[in-house]
């Protein structure tokens, strides 16, 4: 995604703007999204979008298929079925230990992706500001233009994606209404640790901002990472916005249905917006997500050992292709430095890996508000079956750096 920085530039740009939304104008169409579309006209291998490419859970799938023939086929309640919300509950009290009031913290939404756009629209008045962690998924700068909200953007530096804590500091001020987390993070694979939520936490109690943590990939964690959920944090009770999906836990993410979990305030404004943007999630999908979240510890350790594998894997085969890997503690993403490529930047050579080489994946500009400063960098995603990699290894080998 590319901001852009003077949409109300005059020009013959201006003269369509005018009919059109200065807000939609003030963004691109997501990268992301387009590498896909490159890679399926170039046939490449996709490492771009963060989809699965081998099968969602069977008895998932099955009760996805139960659901449709028994009628599950109309509206759910707006804010998500009960007993899918009971199911949520349930899990988020097994994992994290907070007991929610399913009636009142919970609105089921069409993915995470609704999720926080609606979160967003429900807190933000003109003049908020939101501190974002840079780089970031590239939803938040249009999640933030939609909504009103002015980013103020906080530095991950590699290799650890380490914050500076007097630029986090100096980051809040009277106007923050909250912070974005994304932990474990897409795209640089960082994990949030205790002392650096708790830092979070208490520039959040100390200016009244809420957090809005995008918890997505809360099951894919490596070298013993632990998943700490903010809301978890002595006085982020009623400050945590929390939101998960069923998307990567469960390889659905054509599904759409994702939640909100919030304090009851918060979740009655949440649950507004949400029924006037979507109305709601996909009814027998809902359905299928009470088994999926009803599924033994098993699965869950399952998942993050094979994950362990295919991180393993494509670490590999890029190291010996010759990118600079950061080694991701969670999520199911690589970003690599690729300076010893001789190519201008990110772009071009994305473009030339897609056409030529037959291997999509990210450039790193659009992680970032200022393109240059993702010029050296690309994003692969592993959530891939092992065929997958062996045909991607056998591509790359053709690839020299220097
Ligand atoms: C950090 C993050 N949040 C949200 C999403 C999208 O979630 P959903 O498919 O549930 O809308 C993605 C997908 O890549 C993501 O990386």
């Known amino acids: 995604m590319v901001l852009r920085t003077n949409p109300a530039k005059p020009g013959p740009a201006a003269a369509v703007s005018s009919r059109l939304s200065v807000k939609a104008e003030q963004f691109t169409e997501s990268v992301i999204r387009e590498m896909t579309r490159l890679a399926l006209q170039y046939q490449a291998i996709n490492l771009s979008q963060g989809f699965p490419d081998f099968p969602a859970p ?4 099955r009760a996805a298929q139960e659901a449709i023939a028994a009628d599950i086929n109309q509206y759910a309640i707006t804010w998500g079925a009960k007993p899918f919300r009971d199911a949520i509950a349930e899990k988020f009290a097994r994992v994290q230990g907070v007991t929610v009031d399913p009636e009142r913290e919970l609105t089921v939404c069409c993915g995470a992706t609704e999720g926080m756009i609606s979160s967003m629209m429900a807190i933000i008045n003109p ?9 970031f998924y590239e939803n938040y ?8 909200a002015t980013p103020r953007l906080v530095k991950l530096r590699p290799p650890d994606w380490s914050f500076d804590p007097d630029e986090l500091a100096a980051a809040f001020g009277p106007a923050t209404k909250a912070i974005i987390l994304n932990t474990p993070n897409n795209p640089t694979g960082k994990v949030f640790q205790r002392a650096e939520l708790e830092f979070i936490r208490d520039l959040c109690v100390q200016w009244g901002a809420f957090s809005i943590s995008d918890e997505i990939y809360e099951h894919m964690l490596y070298d013993g990472a ?4 903010i809301v978890t944090l002595e006085g982020m009770r009623d400050r945590a916005i929390t ?8 390889s659905v993410t054509g599904w759409r249905v994702g939640w ?3 304090a009851p305030e918060v ?4 649950r507004k917006v949400h029924d006037f943007l979507t109305v709601g999630a996909a009814a027998p999908l809902q359905a299928a997500g009470e088994v999926a979240l009803r599924l033994p510890p098993s699965y869950y350790e399952t998942l993050a050992r094979e994950y362990a594998g295919r991180r393993n894997r494509l670490l590999g085969i890029l190291e010996n292709s010759g990118f600079r890997c950061f080694k991701p503690k969670g999520a199911y993403y690589i970003m690599t430095d690729i300076s010893a490529f001789a190519f201008p930047d990110d772009l071009s050579f994305a473009k030339y890996l897609v056409r030529e080489i037959g291997i999509a994946a990210v450039p790193g500009s659009s992680f970032y508000r200022d393109p240059a400063e993702g010029r050296t960098q690309l994003r692969f995603a592993f959530c891939k079956k092992e065929t997958t990699f062996q045909a991607a290894e056998e591509r790359l080998s053709k690839l020299r750096a220097g």
Do not use: C, M
Not at 127 to 135: A, K, N, S
Not at 141 to 148: H, Q, R, Y
Not at 267 to 270: R, S
């Open 260 to 262: 909100v979990i919030a």
């Open 127 to 135: 003049g908020d500001e939101v501190v974002v962690f840079e780089p």
């Open 58 to 61: 069977a008895e998932v799938k």
């Open 141 to 148: 700068g249009p999640d933030a233009i939609l909504s009103g």
């Open 243 to 250: 939101i998960s999906a069923l998307s990567k836990t469960y």
């Open 267 to 270: 979740t009655a404004a949440i």
């Open 226 to 229: 632990e998943h700490i959920s």
